[in-house]
Nanobody, 125 residues
């Protein structure tokens, strides 16, 4: 059974940076898609960034493009999200998710097979 454990969240002032990590364990195979989602209070969960592991394609939501970077360390089975120039509107619970098999568009949350428990990011103005 695949387990995802996020870490790296915290409270930062606007303009600050954080790096989230998602450690993947429990099953030794290559996933198809790995992504970060976030959910703010009272709002729907939204896709932040995704990576198709086979071809290495990266995708970002318009709201984070140019500020966030998704990456993966295969040797460590870890997914990262580097977040720079943080804004108060980035405040949310951040989740990593993986999809085992092809195919699908990265920001459709209902298709993912595995989810982490989330890590809170709070950005103060």
């Amino acid at each position: 059974q695949v387990q995802l454990v996020e870490s790296g969240g915290g409270s930062v002032p606007a303009g600050g940076s954080l790096r989230l990590s998602c450690a993947v364990s429990g099953y030794n195979y290559s996933t198809y898609l790995m992504s970060w989602f976030r959910q703010a209070p009272g709002k729907e969960r939204e896709g932040v960034a995704g990576i198709y592991t086979g071809v290495g394609s990266l995708y970002y939501s318009d709201s984070v493009l140019g500020r966030f970077t998704i990456s993966r360390d295969n040797a460590k089975n870890t997914l990262y999200l580097q977040m720079n120039s943080l804004k108060p509107e980035d405040t949310a619970m951040y989740y990593c998710a993986t999809k085992d098999r092809c195919c699908g568009w990265w920001n459709v949350d209902g298709q993912y097979d595995n989810w982490g428990q989330g890590t809170q990011v709070t950005v103060s103005s």
